[in-house]
């Protein structure tokens, strides 16, 4: 039986995400933004939280771990890097890490540069990435805690997964990360049609996500950085793939 995947909205514009192995019962929330939406998710599908699996120290990602622990005694696993205060952590993950969810394998990647502490967890037998805040679709997080050799390193990372897994990023942010690479590769075709795409979602106020990686590696001008087109459309030509991320994301950060 395969893994089925919920996906719903928490407090803004986060995504909250419930991962639930049918054989076992056991079903994670990757974060908790907030309690509320993960619970009535979980009530709807009848299903039981048995893990929180933290990405990173922030707020907007951490705020219901509390709530849920009480309420479902569910193990929290959370990043590798103990100096980050986070609550109820259980279980500590980095890099090559491996988290069961009852049948279900979730490997760990650490993907620093967003925060220092960030990880992603990817289930290889369900080609499901969830990326949080380092890769969004056609953007990527903010460089708060790390540089931006650290988080296009990161990027890399993510990039090398197989074109089929499928993103689940943290946030609804992918019109405004459009609009912003249309500015850098305007005639870059992938991402022309993304743009239509991403406009008929959201009239129809659907979300944009998850998206497939192998699109994502055509129309993202971050996990682009070293593409000729995207150095050019930035003014620097002959420059490290790192110095153009660099350059794309003090952009975007004005933009």
């Known amino acids: 039986m395969a893994a089925e995947i919920r996906l719903f909205t928490c407090l803004n514009d986060n995504f909250g995400y419930l991962i639930h192995d049918p054989a076992t019962k056991a079903t994670a929330s990757i974060d908790a933004p907030e309690a509320a939406p ?10 039981t939280l048995t893990d929180i699996l933290i990405t990173h120290h922030h707020g907007d990602h951490v705020g219901g771990v509390a709530e849920l622990k009480q309420k479902y ?3 929290v696993v959370g ?17 090559g890490d491996v988290v069961k969810i009852g049948n279900l394998l979730a490997r760990v990647l650490e993907t620093p540069g967003h925060t220092l502490d960030h990880v992603s967890y990817v289930f290889d037998g369900e080609k499901a990435l969830f ?6 679709s056609i953007g990527c997080g903010r460089v708060f805690e790390g540089n931006y050799p650290m988080m296009w390193e990161s990027l890399l990372k993510l990039r090398a997964l197989p074109d089929d897994f499928k993103l689940y990023c943290g946030h609804e942010y992918t019109a405004a990360n459009v609009k912003f690479a249309l500015t850098v590769e305007p005639d870059n075709a992938a991402l022309k049609a993304r743009a239509e795409e991403v406009t008929r979602l959201r009239a129809a106020n659907k979300p944009t996500v998850p998206t497939l990686l192998g699109d994502e590696k055509k129309a993202n001008v ?5 593409e000729p087109s995207v150095a050019a459309g930035v003014r620097m030509k002959g420059r490290s793939a790192a110095e ?5 994301r003090e952009r975007k950060n004005k933009s």
């Open 222 to 226: 971050f996990l682009r950085a070293d």
């Open 79 to 95: 990043p590798h890097d103990k100096s980050t205060k986070i609550a109820d952590v259980d279980l500590r993950a980095g890099q």
């Open 73 to 75: 005694g569910c193990r």
């Open 38 to 47: 993960i619970i009535k998710a979980l009530e709807r599908e009848g299903w």
């Open 131 to 136: 990326a949080a805040d380092t890769l969004f």
């Open 244 to 248: 153009v991320f660099g350059e794309l």
